[in-house]
């Protein structure tokens, strides 16, 4: 905030900073906006000028079978491996915080790791681990490595929500009588909750998106979404890639808006404000 006393310097570099942050928000995110007026081109190409608006991309979508095959893979493949990373990944947070054993650093990095090592890597792992179990081309050998690759996302966000946990009210609980399963939901799991809610929503968001884990686990019939558009661009790239683009953009966006209001929740159940 510009005081009322600051000197010219101050003033100046006050509204530069804000004019280079825009600047360089505007250099990230035109890349992502271009693509949406495109999906509406009544066009076969994706170029500007547009020769006119239409929505025959999005009808395309909707009528063929192979992109709502591939968004049923999607659905199917996401919402499971979101629920198994976060039930997996609450559990893992809660342990490793209200526990201190010998290699706990080693195990939380080890947890975590799908999350920084390349993708390539976790792919190529992936199949050659569940490749001589069967899995590999199974929904539930795809289910598992996206929850995998969600895990770490929820350990992230539960973990530091749990940094600032009471655990004064556990022990109340606990002298009044309830039992640790009792506790938990009724006592630790309503003020964790938007930690949770925020990693599965990552963890959803990953999974949504992955394309090189499918590549290496699906078979040709289990192409997500996001399989469906690589194929699509390496073929054809057709403006129904841009329209499906949008869709996810869009998608993206509720999921950040919905990130900053159980954000803004977190911060108000931590202080016990309320506007």
Do not use: C
């Amino acid at each position: 905030m510009l005081q009322a006393y600051a000197s010219p310097l101050e003033r100046t570099w006050f509204y530069a900073h804000r004019v280079i942050a825009g600047l360089i928000l505007l250099f990230l995110i035109l890349p992502i906006l271009v693509i949406v007026p495109l999906s509406f081109n009544s066009d076969s190409f994706l170029m500007y000028p547009m020769a006119g608006a239409s929505l025959r991309w999005y009808e395309e979508i909707i009528g063929s079978d192979v992109w709502r095959n591939a968004l049923l893979n999607s659905l199917i493949v996401s919402p499971a491996a979101t629920l198994l990373a976060v039930v997996l990944g609450t559990l893992a947070s809660i342990g490793l915080v209200r526990s201190d054993f010998p290699g706990k650093a080693l195990l939380t990095a080890i947890l975590i790791s799908p999350m920084v090592v390349p993708v390539v890597i976790v792919g190529v792992a992936m199949y050659l681990f569940f490749a001589p179990l069967g899995l590999a081309g199974s929904y539930t050998g795809l289910i598992l490595a996206h929850a995998a690759l969600g895990v770490p996302f929820v350990i992230t966000t539960v973990t530091a929500t749990l940094q600032g946990f009471d655990y004064n009210l556990v022990r109340a609980a606990a002298s009044l009588g309830a039992n640790p399963v009792l506790t938990f939901f009724r006592v630790t799991l309503p003020l964790v909750a938007p930690g949770i809610v925020s990693g599965g929503l990552f963890a959803f968001a990953t999974s949504f998106d992955e394309v090189v884990v499918t590549l290496f686990l699906a078979s040709p019939g289990q192409a997500t979404l996001p399989r469906q558009m690589f194929a699509g661009i390496r073929e054809n790239i057709s403006p129904a890639i841009a329209a499906v683009a949008t869709i996810l953009i869009v998608l993206s966006t509720l999921m950040l808006l919905t990130l900053e209001w159980l954000r803004q929740r977190a911060e108000k159940l931590r202080t016990g404000k309320s506007r």
